[in-house]
């Protein structure tokens, strides 16, 4: 029985020609051209638990597909149609993810260009030992005919060959921006690459600054204060930026970041899912940093049901927000308490009021009460979305929780027919230490 098939059947899914492709045929045999170069062994994820999954921490929707040997993972997200979809990026650190397109050929062309990325204080994902190659190998292997015809045929779009090549010209240029925009035109994993540019407007400009000799030069903690001009260098007083630069020998002028531009990628990302909490920070700061109070808490309100684990807080340097309340929407909200006094909605008062407890219980408890009812009223396919939450809304305060998480999925999933979900959080369940 080939690959595929085993999978097919292990999972109870149906897979594309696509999916079939990258199972069986050659394409496993490819010398990929990113860090993410070891394709998992397809007999590994058909075991009762597999070793490679992490329980708790990786989407419970999600199978490892394709690693770098130092923890992180593409992973796909298992559908309602029991068929294969969307792929992530799953940073073991943390469990942070970000969507990296609908098709393989995407996340191994994204994971390749990203090597590219100029070098910051902060590496987005995949820390800077877990790099594996130089940059002119990266190229050579991008390169080479096998994997480019494997490309080309599996890239969507009639232009994928042309557009290909482009992109590799361009990094070959080390112009990792307009390599950026040419597969953002053809629409190759957008939400990455509009995260990717974002990160070039507002962060690539303040790292000139970024250096924990100033924070002491003004005698300002480094976190949370200086985190925070970071993430927006315009909130630094003429004193400050006076004093930095008479320090600084290396650069001339004030940095300068692209809000319209950062909050205008993040208000396309908006338009198509609120799920991603990062595009909710920016579009958000950047209506509050222009006096628009009102439409930034409602932008605030829709994206804080976004899971914790997407703000990529580190990369954007907005993690400062969030060291009380998990999720950059949720303090902001906070911030806003006293006009949002009325407010409503049970969810957002969790991070307006006091509280007894650690917000990660409340939360999870919040979320697996919901669901719990709908189990008992039969609504399993809003049982299956509450109990997702309730794991991987903030995570949990005690790993046991898991179990009871992970086994509601499952009986909701099957009772749904999402039998494909319900292998997954059975796998995952599996995997729990007894």
Known sequence: MKPAELLANRYEINLSAAWKDWLNDSVMELKLPGMMRKAVDVTQLCEPGPSV???????????????????????VRVNPSNDLGELIYWYHGGGDWIPVG????????HDAVDQFRPIRTQMIRSATESRIDTLANVLARLNYSQLRNWLGRSLPGDDALLI????????????HNAALRAMRQIGWCRDAIACD?????????????AQREYADLLDIPWFPDYINLLFDCEQASDAQRV????????????????????SSLASEVLQRRHDLGWATAVCGWQQERSGQ????????????????????????NSHAETDENGKFAAARLAHFRDVLALEEDKYIQLFLRRRERSLLA?????????????????DFEEAYRLFYRAGWDMGVSRMQKYKSILSGLERCARQAGWNGMAKVAEAHQNCLPA
């Open 53 to 75: 999954i992490w329980p708790g921490f990786m989407l419970p929707d999600t199978l490892p597909v394709l690693g770098n040997d130092y923890g992180d993972w593409i992973c």
């Open 102 to 109: 609908n098709t393989m050929a995407e996340a191994v062309l």
């Open 164 to 175: 290909l090549s482009e992109v590799i010209e361009w990094i070959g240029n080390q112009d």
């Open 197 to 209: 540019l974002i990160e070039s407007y507002l962060q690539l400009p303040v790292q000139v600054i």
């Open 243 to 262: 004093a930095i630069a008479a320090a600084a020998t290396k650069w001339d002028g004030w940095p300068q970041q692209d809000w319209t531009k950062a």
């Open 293 to 316: 109070t009102d439409a930034a808490i409602d932008i605030y309100k829709r994206g804080v049901f976004g899971s914790a684990f997407t703000d990529q807080g580190v990369r954007l």
């Open 362 to 378: 409340e939360v999870c408890d919040f979320w697996f009460q919901r669901a719990e009812k709908s189990e008992s009223e039969g």
